[in-house]
Nanobody, 121 residues
């Protein structure tokens, strides 16, 4: 089992920045592919970023503004979000799986509880 706990969400003005964190416990963190999904009200869940050994994927909607990173020593995944837009408003979920393909396909084995991000003036 892997437990994932997100933090760092909140209210931010358009153009602002937030950094989300995801603390992982339960298994060897470095062996897992990790990612961030988001879901806005009334919309489908969207893969925002996926990070595995040697590669990182970003959705076109966030490319150049969001940056994912992992600290294996701290068992923590991060999502630095810059130049935030109102359309970035969503609940953000940290995910983990031994397979980055399952993360890409939308069915990773482990999900956090989500942290809400609201971008509004």
């Amino acid at each position: 089992q892997v437990q994932l706990v997100e933090s760092g969400g909140g209210l931010v003005q358009p153009g602002g920045s937030l950094r989300l964190s995801c603390a992982a416990s339960g298994r060897t963190f470095s062996g897992y592919a990790m990612g961030w999904y988001r879901q806005a009200p009334g919309k489908e869940r969207e893969l925002v970023a996926r990070i595995s050994s040697g590669s990182t994927y970003y959705a076109d909607s966030v490319k150049g503004r969001f940056f994912a990173a992992r600290d294996n020593a701290k068992n923590t995944l991060y999502l630095q979000m810059n130049s935030l837009k109102p359309e970035d408003t969503a609940v953000y979920y940290c995910v983990a799986d031994l397979s980055f393909i399952r993360i890409a396909q939308g069915n990773p084995a482990y999900w956090g509880q989500g942290t809400p991000v609201t971008v509004s003036s």
